[in-house]
């Protein structure tokens, strides 16, 4: 992965556009380039753009929700933590872009866009939007922001966080990270290499494992509070339930006998009030059927009227045409004589229009060759005026040329005589500087000699001051050694006394701890066995009370058995009662369906409507499709058989259910005597085990729990006096242990003060041995520093005080010559570029002076070709001022033409007029003649329906009038009378079988036979019934409530105990699982995959510090998971700890950290191509600058690029491609690439380099 180009624009401080080519001009080929300038000027934008370009966040932002930015009821607030806040205020949208190589070598361009509402920069700011493009084919790849993250993800190989690491190098993060102490240490480096995933894993595997016991207890709870019954108590229960069915069969067999009664008594009422209801309904049909005779009359009149209904609705409507057509050609008469004057007006406005029309085509004519001649002279005019402002144009024109021309000479005479005199002065003030020439032609050479010179001082310096540290460390080891001698006669002096107490402790009398706890053991033996006992008695006293239970509930099922067979006889006896009312019915129902034979239903199927009836003669026939009150009293009787049917069937069922419960109590009855007699056998089985164990323990003969408790009582007490003694043998012997334990720490400790003595010893030996080397080291510098101050003498003797400033400050000495020499080769090739100028000022005078003389000569050909036009111009605009009163061709060609189009329309709407008028006249004409007509005919009609209708009502026998007022009510009132007649007369026959048919099933209801119980009695009998029956049933329903719960309950059970199974294995594997890598805060797991995560980075890091510091190297302190310290390889590899570190060494490890995990984040994504490394060289003296800018360079030859962001001028000078962020003033920076002045580097970091290149 490699990032080719950073654009973007109006992002934070960086007005407008901006540009990093990073794969073309002066980067193209730079490993390592600066981004540089002043703090707050806008660096960290650039990798701000970087960054949303790519992923749409920006490092510096915290993660959450943050705050929201603005003033109270900003509608434009946006919160802290919000990217659209990059957008510069004033700027109505912002964008980033970033050009990158992909893990698949192909090129893409991922874009981040933001606007405001229509481009406005007071507008709502809308929603980011993101794309991504492949260059080679210019293919968009994703279709919204999520999918093109996720792409953009996939080719870089990265995600954000691991941008971060291995792009973005956080080496302040590092500096902290070798600062902080052990308990911050942790979460920077989960921070810094994104490990906090394995403190997720192990809290959630604690979590889980105290989520599987909990729901383990509750499944183990709930297990327990699931209460079943016992294998006897569900025996006792299912019996109690079919004694209870048994029961409810006897009182529904009572109860179903006396229903049976008040259900005869109830039909009989029923019978009798319907059989006085259709008597009195007979009667009052026949009296409304004497009451309708008029109305029978006056329907039979209207009936034989209504052929003359049509005839009258004829006469009717023939009068009403005659008279409409009578009236239609009055009207058509007076529309003749309004359309013969209208034709009279249209022809007098046709001829005057006319007129019109034709002296207005004159004029057109007229008016032509003047119209003519006036355009002629107009072209020419214009076409002149067009010649005069082209040479005007061209006049002003070669004026300006020459304007600018001599602009430009004055300018280039100007800059000419400047140049001369730069190079005169630059020329004057070199010649003042010969004492600097020589210096200045081999700086480079004389200034790695000046850094040789301070390097080799300052080694001298750091050497001595080796010297006489470890001439300090010497003597304080000495000193600690002395302090240790002490310290060892301390510890023999512990150790006398410890052997002392042991002796005293082994000279103290106490009871044996085998013997005590033997007393224990037998005590415990005497209590099991009296606790046995106690069971024992507590067993024989339930056992009595079981059987009292069992013999009283042996009592209950036999009277539950007796009361059974009772109610089974009652049961029977009205099963036999309702069979007989069953088998009456069914004769009942026999007859009737006789009565309804096929000869009656053949007849009512062949009546038709409309038709009289062959046996009544009556045209309506109510019972032709319907039903008969007949077939009613059927059906009603056939609804009864099914229920005496139904009731004979649920009587069988019950006398059954009563049997079957006497003989279940019967059952139960023999399976208590069973009990009773199991349970007497266990009793005597109890006592004889009672009488057999009690006499060891001195109890009475028979089982006595009282006793026996105060027995146990007794034991407990002597068990807890053993207890106590056991207690303090088990002190004793814990005081003794301790004792032995202090003898050996002791001596241990004895052990490890000689151990510390002898290394302090060897320690002082390496301190001296130390002190020699910087000694020596110290001559070797001195030495150097000589060399160098003889090869610089000759060079240098034109320079006064050179060796005085040398040795007073040799960085400011070669600082301020430095400058000096570089002022030098400034003047010097700013001489040579002066000397170039005049060559070309000289030329370009000449040049532009021939350029001068061309434009006056242009004016002046202008300027008179401009004066001939002008003349000729004037001579035709006199000439057409003459013609047509000066006014334009058009407008007068317009009024005629209009003049003539209006007069044109209206003799076209004249003639239109004339002839709409000629048509009305010809068609009013028409329609008199048609009215005429019609109206003769409409009066023969009227008078042949008039005289017809006459005809007619004389038939009848009544006047026109008379029928006329008997035919105001219409078909529909007749046919509805009809009707109403009909049903009266279907009615009063229907009401006089209904009444007979009733009278008959009355009859016959008596003759079936009259049960044995009055209604009075029966109605009494049946609610106490029900209330027995209700009382039996709730004691069934309890017991079988009792019998499914115990059954749910016993399959819950069975269902949990599965479960706490089940779940007991999973809690076992998680218990095992938090136990490995489980902790509530997540350290366990944590610091694990820390503490390999530290190793890896420590060998990448390593590897980088061989190449920044070979002294040191970095590895992780034995026994501590995330301690680091420091190997010095220059003293025999001492272990020291970080903070030893100076600023400048902390700086290159830190780096070397940030480098190592950069390696590891890359790893994944194909290579790293491009790093950015943040601000933290200011603490580094040149000579390490120069080496970390050596290794930095030579990760060009992997491959990489490195950007360093500084605002540090030490470290921008001595990198020759820079990208500089400028501020423009206003809050505005721009960005600029540029090549810097590159500061040569000291020779032996320019040794360094040559070793670092092949690498």
Same mark, same amino acid.
């Given at each position: 992965?490699?990032?080719?180009?950073?654009?973007?624009?109006?992002?934070?401080?960086?007005?407008?556009?901006?540009?990093?080519?990073?794969?073309?001009?002066?980067?193209?080929?730079?490993?390592?380039?600066?981004?540089?300038?002043?703090?707050?000027?806008?660096?960290?934008?650039?990798?701000?753009?970087?960054?949303?370009?790519?992923?749409?966040?920006?490092?510096?932002?915290?993660?959450?929700?943050?705050?929201?930015?603005?003033?109270?009821?900003?509608?434009?607030?946006?919160?802290?933590?919000?990217?659209?806040?990059?957008?510069?205020?004033?700027?109505?949208?912002?964008?980033?872009?970033?050009?990158?190589?992909?893990?698949?070598?192909?090129?893409?361009?991922?874009?981040?866009?933001?606007?405001?509402?229509?481009?406005?920069?007071?507008?709502?700011?809308?929603?980011?939007?993101?794309?991504?493009?492949?260059?080679?084919?210019?293919?968009?790849?994703?279709?919204?922001?999520?999918?093109?993250?996720?792409?953009?993800?996939?080719?870089?190989?990265?995600?954000?966080?691991?941008?971060?690491?291995?792009?973005?190098?956080?080496?302040?993060?590092?500096?902290?990270?070798?600062?902080?102490?052990?308990?911050?240490?942790?979460?920077?480096?989960?921070?810094?290499?994104?490990?906090?995933?394995?403190?997720?894993?192990?809290?959630?595997?604690?979590?889980?494992?105290?989520?599987?016991?909990?729901?383990?207890?509750?499944?183990?709870?709930?297990?327990?509070?699931?209460?079943?019954?016992?294998?006897?108590?569900?025996?006792?229960?299912?019996?109690?339930?079919?004694?209870?069915?048994?029961?409810?069969?006897?009182?529904?067999?009572?109860?179903?006998?006396?229903?049976?009664?008040?259900?005869?008594?109830?039909?009989?009422?029923?019978?009798?009030?319907?059989?006085?209801?259709?008597?009195?309904?007979?009667?009052?049909?026949?009296?409304?059927?004497?009451?309708?005779?008029?109305?029978?009359?006056?329907?039979?009149?209207?009936?034989?009227?209504?052929?003359?209904?049509?005839?009258?609705?004829?006469?009717?409507?023939?009068?009403?045409?005659?008279?409409?057509?009578?009236?239609?050609?009055?009207?058509?008469?007076?529309?003749?004589?309004?359309?013969?004057?209208?034709?009279?007006?249209?022809?007098?406005?046709?001829?005057?229009?006319?007129?019109?029309?034709?002296?207005?085509?004159?004029?057109?004519?007229?008016?032509?060759?003047?119209?003519?001649?006036?355009?002629?002279?107009?072209?020419?005019?214009?076409?002149?005026?067009?010649?005069?402002?082209?040479?005007?144009?061209?006049?002003?024109?070669?004026?300006?040329?020459?304007?600018?021309?001599?602009?430009?000479?004055?300018?280039?005479?100007?800059?000419?005589?400047?140049?001369?005199?730069?190079?005169?002065?630059?020329?004057?003030?070199?010649?003042?500087?010969?004492?600097?020439?020589?210096?200045?032609?081999?700086?480079?050479?004389?200034?790695?000699?000046?850094?040789?010179?301070?390097?080799?001082?300052?080694?001298?310096?750091?050497?001595?001051?080796?010297?006489?540290?470890?001439?300090?460390?010497?003597?304080?080891?000495?000193?600690?050694?002395?302090?240790?001698?002490?310290?060892?006669?301390?510890?023999?002096?512990?150790?006398?006394?410890?052997?002392?107490?042991?002796?005293?402790?082994?000279?103290?009398?106490?009871?044996?701890?085998?013997?005590?706890?033997?007393?224990?053991?037998?005590?415990?033996?005497?209590?099991?066995?009296?606790?046995?006992?106690?069971?024992?008695?507590?067993?024989?006293?339930?056992?009595?009370?079981?059987?009292?239970?069992?013999?009283?509930?042996?009592?209950?099922?036999?009277?539950?058995?007796?009361?059974?067979?009772?109610?089974?006889?009652?049961?029977?006896?009205?099963?036999?009662?309702?069979?007989?009312?069953?088998?009456?019915?069914?004769?009942?129902?026999?007859?009737?369906?006789?009565?309804?034979?096929?000869?009656?239903?053949?007849?009512?199927?062949?009546?038709?409507?409309?038709?009289?009836?062959?046996?009544?003669?009556?045209?309506?026939?109510?019972?032709?499709?319907?039903?008969?009150?007949?077939?009613?009293?059927?059906?009603?009787?056939?609804?009864?058989?099914?229920?005496?049917?139904?009731?004979?069937?649920?009587?069988?069922?019950?006398?059954?259910?009563?049997? =079957? /419960?006497?003989? +279940?109590? %019967? @059952?139960?009855? $023999? &399976? *208590?005597?069973?009990?009773?007699? !199991?349970?007497? #056998?266990?009793?005597?089985?109890?006592?004889?085990?009672?009488?057999?164990?009690?006499?060891?323990?001195?109890?009475?003969?028979?089982?006595?729990?009282?006793?026996?408790?105060?027995?146990?009582?007794?034991?407990?007490?002597?068990?807890?006096?053993?207890?106590?003694?056991?207690?303090?043998?088990?002190?004793?012997?814990?005081?003794?242990? =301790? /004792?032995?334990? +202090?003898? %050996? @720490?002791?001596? $241990? &400790? *004895?052990?490890?003060?000689?151990? !510390?003595?002898? #290394?302090?010893?060897?320690?002082?030996?390496?301190?001296?041995?130390?002190?020699?080397?910087?000694?020596?080291?110290?001559?070797?510098?001195?030495?150097?520093?000589?060399?160098?101050?003889?090869?610089?003498?000759?060079?240098?003797?034109?320079?006064?005080?050179?060796?005085?400033?040398?040795?007073?400050?040799?960085?400011?000495?070669?600082?301020?010559?430095?400058?000096?020499?570089? @002022?030098?080769?400034?003047?010097?090739?700013?001489?040579?570029? !002066?000397?170039?100028?005049?060559?070309?000022?000289?030329?370009?005078?000449?040049?532009?002076?021939?350029?001068?003389?061309?434009?006056?000569?242009?004016?002046?050909?202008?300027?008179?070709?401009?004066?001939?036009?002008?003349?000729?111009?004037?001579?035709?605009?006199?000439?057409?001022?003459?013609?047509?009163?000066?006014?334009?061709?058009?407008?007068?060609?317009?009024?005629?033409?209009?003049?003539?189009?209006?007069?044109?329309?209206?003799?076209?709407?004249?003639?239109?007029?004339?002839?709409?008028?000629?048509?009305?006249?010809?068609?009013?004409?028409?329609?008199?003649?048609?009215?005429?007509?019609?109206?003769?005919?409409?009066?023969?009609?009227?008078?042949?329906?008039?005289?017809?209708?006459?005809?007619?009502?004389?038939?009848?026998?009544?006047?026109?009038?008379?029928?006329?007022?008997?035919?105001?009510?219409?078909?529909?009132?007749?046919?509805?009378?009809?009707?109403?007649?009909?049903?009266?007369?279907?009615?009063?026959?229907?009401?006089?079988?209904?009444?007979?048919?009733?009278?008959?099933?009355?009859?016959?209801?008596?003759?079936?036979?009259?049960?044995?119980?009055?209604?009075?009695?029966?109605?009494?009998?049946?609610?106490?019934?029900?209330?027995?029956?209700?009382?039996?049933?709730?004691?069934?329903?309890?017991?079988?409530?009792?019998?499914?719960?115990?059954?749910?309950?016993?399959?819950?059970?069975?269902?949990?105990?599965?479960?706490?199974?089940?779940?007991?294995?999973?809690?076992?594997?998680?218990?095992?699982?938090?136990?490995?890598?489980?902790?509530?805060?997540?350290?366990?797991?944590?610091?694990?995959?820390?503490?390999?995560?530290?190793?890896?980075?420590?060998?990448?890091?390593?590897?980088?510090?061989?190449?920044?510091?070979?002294?040191?190297?970095?590895?992780?302190?034995?026994?501590?998971?995330?301690?680091?310290?420091?190997?010095?390889?220059?003293?025999?590899?001492?272990?020291?700890?970080?903070?030893?570190?100076?600023?400048?060494?902390?700086?290159?490890?830190?780096?070397?950290?940030?480098?190592?995990?950069?390696?590891?984040?890359?790893?994944?994504?194909?290579?790293?191509?491009?790093?950015?490394?943040?601000?933290?060289?200011?603490?580094?003296?040149?000579?390490?600058?120069?080496?970390?800018?050596?290794?930095?360079?030579?990760?060009?030859?992997?491959?990489?690029?490195?950007?360093?962001?500084?605002?540090?001028?030490?470290?921008?000078?001595?990198?020759?491609?820079?990208?500089?962020?400028?501020?423009?003033?206003?809050?505005?920076?721009?960005?600029?690439?540029?090549?810097?002045?590159?500061?040569?580097?000291?020779?032996?970091?320019?040794?360094?380099?040559?070793?670092?290149?092949?690498?």
């Amino acid at each position: 992965m490699r990032i080719l180009a950073i654009r973007g624009g109006n992002l934070a401080s960086l007005d407008g556009t901006f540009a990093v080519d990073l794969a073309g001009g002066p980067l193209r080929h730079a490993g390592l380039f600066a981004i540089t300038g002043p703090t707050g000027a806008g660096k960290s934008t650039i990798l701000d753009a970087l960054c949303l370009a790519l992923f749409d966040r920006m490092p510096r932002l915290p993660d959450g929700r943050g705050v929201a930015l603005g003033a109270n009821g900003d509608t434009d607030a946006i919160s802290t933590t919000d990217v659209r806040s990059v957008l510069r205020r004033g700027a109505g949208s912002g964008w980033a872009e970033v050009d990158f190589a992909g893990i698949d070598g192909a090129a893409y361009r991922a874009r981040w866009e933001l606007r405001r509402a229509r481009q406005n920069a007071r507008g709502q700011l809308q929603k980011q939007t993101m794309s991504l493009t492949a260059l080679a084919d210019g293919k968009r790849l994703g279709d919204g922001k999520t999918s093109v993250l996720d792409e953009i993800s996939n080719r870089l190989g990265l995600s954000f966080e691991q941008f971060r690491r291995a792009v973005l190098l956080a080496q302040g993060d590092f500096a902290n990270f070798l600062k902080a102490p052990a308990t911050e240490r942790s979460a920077l480096l989960e921070l810094l290499t994104g490990t906090e995933i394995y403190s997720r894993i192990s809290v959630a595997a604690h979590e889980r494992s105290r989520e599987e016991q909990r729901a383990l207890e509750a499944l183990e709870a709930q297990g327990a509070g699931i209460g079943v019954l016992t294998d006897e108590a569900r025996a006792a229960l299912e019996a109690e339930a079919g004694a209870a069915a048994e029961t409810v069969r006897r009182e529904e067999a009572a109860l179903e006998q006396a229903r049976a009664a008040v259900a005869w008594h109830e039909q009989d009422a029923r019978l009798a009030k319907a059989e006085s209801e259709s008597a009195a309904a007979s009667l009052q049909a026949e009296r409304v059927w004497e009451e309708a005779a008029a109305r029978r009359e006056e329907t039979a009149l209207l009936r034989r009227l209504q052929p003359m209904r049509a005839r009258l609705r004829e006469a009717d409507r023939c009068a009403a045409a005659a008279a409409e057509a009578r009236e239609a050609l009055d009207r058509a008469h007076a529309a003749v004589t309004e359309a013969q004057e209208m034709l009279v007006q249209a022809e007098a406005r046709h001829r005057a229009v006319r007129g019109a029309y034709e002296a207005a085509r004159g004029a057109i004519e007229t008016a032509e060759p003047e119209l003519e001649r006036a355009a002629a002279l107009d072209a020419e005019i214009a076409a002149l005026a067009g010649q005069q402002a082209g040479a005007l144009a061209d006049a002003a024109t070669a004026e300006a040329d020459g304007h600018g021309i001599r602009e430009a000479c004055t300018a280039i005479g100007t800059a000419l005589a400047r140049a001369r005199a730069d190079a005169a002065e630059r020329e004057s003030w070199l010649a003042g500087q010969t004492a600097l020439l020589p210096v200045a032609d081999q700086w480079a050479r004389w200034d790695a000699l000046l850094l040789r010179h301070r390097d080799s001082a300052r080694a001298a310096r750091d050497a001595e001051g080796e010297a006489d540290r470890a001439a300090a460390e010497a003597a304080g080891h000495e000193a600690e050694r002395i302090r240790l001698t002490a310290v060892r006669q301390d510890a023999a002096a512990r150790r006398e006394e410890a052997e002392r107490t042991l002796a005293a402790l082994k000279g103290e009398t106490v009871e044996s701890l085998d013997a005590l706890r033997g007393r224990r053991t037998a005590l415990a033996q005497r209590r099991d066995g009296l606790a046995a006992l106690a069971q024992l008695a507590e067993r024989a006293a339930r056992l009595a009370a079981d059987a009292a239970e069992a013999g009283a509930e042996r009592e209950r099922q036999r009277t539950a058995a007796a009361e059974g067979e009772t109610r089974a006889a009652d049961s029977k006896a009205k099963l036999d009662r309702r069979r007989a009312a069953l088998a009456e019915a069914d004769d009942t129902l026999h007859r009737l369906r006789l009565a309804r034979s096929e000869d009656v239903a053949s007849l009512r199927a062949r009546l038709a409507e409309g038709e009289a009836c062959p046996v009544c003669g009556a045209t309506e026939h109510p019972w032709g499709a319907g039903h008969t009150p007949l077939d009613r009293l059927a059906e009603e009787q056939e609804r009864h058989v099914a229920a005496l049917h139904a009731e004979v069937t649920g009587l069988a069922t019950d006398q059954g259910a009563h049997s =079957a /419960a006497a003989r +279940a109590a %019967r @059952e139960r009855t $023999a &399976a *208590l005597d069973g009990r009773l007699a !199991a349970l007497a #056998a266990e009793r005597t089985a109890a006592a004889e085990r009672w009488a057999e164990r009690a006499p060891g323990f001195d109890l009475p003969a028979e089982p006595d729990a009282e006793t026996v408790t105060r027995r146990l009582a007794d034991v407990d007490a002597e068990l807890a006096e053993a207890g106590r003694a056991e207690a303090e043998a088990l002190d004793h012997k814990a005081r003794f242990d =301790a /004792a032995v334990q +202090a003898c %050996r @720490e002791r001596d $241990a &400790a *004895l052990a490890d003060a000689e151990r !510390a003595i002898e #290394a302090r010893t060897r320690q002082g030996d390496a301190a001296r041995h130390a002190e020699s080397l910087a000694m020596a080291r110290r001559d070797q510098a001195t030495s150097a520093r000589t060399a160098v101050r003889a090869e610089l003498a000759q060079p240098f003797a034109g320079l006064e005080g050179w060796e005085s400033g040398l040795d007073r400050d040799p960085d400011a000495f070669r600082e301020t010559l430095g400058k000096r020499v570089a @002022e030098v080769l400034r003047q010097r090739e700013g001489l040579v570029q !002066a000397q170039r100028d005049v060559e070309s000022l000289e030329r370009r005078a000449g040049a532009k002076a021939a350029e001068l003389e061309g434009a006056r000569q242009a004016e002046q050909a202008a300027r008179r070709r401009c004066e001939g036009l002008a003349a000729t111009l004037g001579e035709r605009r006199s000439a057409r001022a003459v013609l047509l009163g000066g006014r334009a061709v058009a407008a007068v060609k317009k009024d005629l033409a209009d003049a003539c189009q209006r007069a044109e329309a209206l003799v076209e709407q004249a003639t239109i007029a004339r002839q709409d008028a000629a048509a009305r006249l010809s068609g009013t004409e028409h329609t008199v003649a048609t009215r005429g007509d019609s109206a003769r005919r409409c009066a023969a009609e009227a008078d042949a329906a008039a005289d017809a209708l006459a005809a007619a009502a004389e038939r009848c026998g009544v006047s026109v009038e008379a029928a006329r007022a008997h035919l105001v009510r219409d078909e529909a009132w007749l046919a509805e009378e009809e009707r109403t007649l009909a049903a009266l007369e279907s009615a009063r026959r229907e009401s006089a079988l209904l009444a007979a048919e009733r009278t008959r099933l009355r009859r016959e209801h008596h003759a079936a036979g009259r049960p044995a119980l009055g209604a009075p009695e029966a109605g009494e009998a049946m609610p106490e019934a029900g209330r027995r029956l209700q009382e039996a049933r709730g004691r069934l329903g309890e017991a079988q409530a009792r019998l499914r719960a115990d059954t749910e309950n016993r399959g819950r059970l069975a269902a949990v105990l599965d479960r706490v199974e089940a779940q007991r294995k999973t809690q076992a594997l998680w218990a095992t699982m938090a136990q490995l890598i489980g902790s509530a805060d997540g350290r366990k797991l944590r610091n694990f995959a820390q503490s390999l995560s530290l190793d890896l980075l420590l060998v990448q890091a390593n590897h980088h510090l061989a190449d920044l510091a070979r002294r040191y190297r970095l590895e992780r302190v034995g026994g501590a998971d995330l301690e680091i310290q420091v190997v010095d390889g220059e003293m025999g590899d001492e272990r020291r700890g970080v903070h030893s570190l100076s600023g400048g060494e902390m700086f290159l490890v830190s780096l070397a950290l940030a480098l190592g995990l950069s390696a590891m984040a890359g790893g994944s994504g194909g290579g790293i191509g491009t790093l950015f490394i943040d601000e933290g060289f200011g603490t580094l003296d040149p000579g390490s600058l120069d080496l970390a800018l050596s290794c930095l360079e030579a990760l060009q030859a992997t491959g990489r690029q490195v950007g360093v962001i500084s605002h540090v001028p030490a470290l921008v000078e001595r990198i020759g491609v820079q990208v500089r962020v400028t501020p423009q003033g206003g809050g505005r920076s721009a960005v600029t690439v540029t090549r810097g002045t590159l500061a040569a580097p000291s020779p032996d970091a320019a040794a360094e380099r040559e070793l670092l290149l092949p690498l």
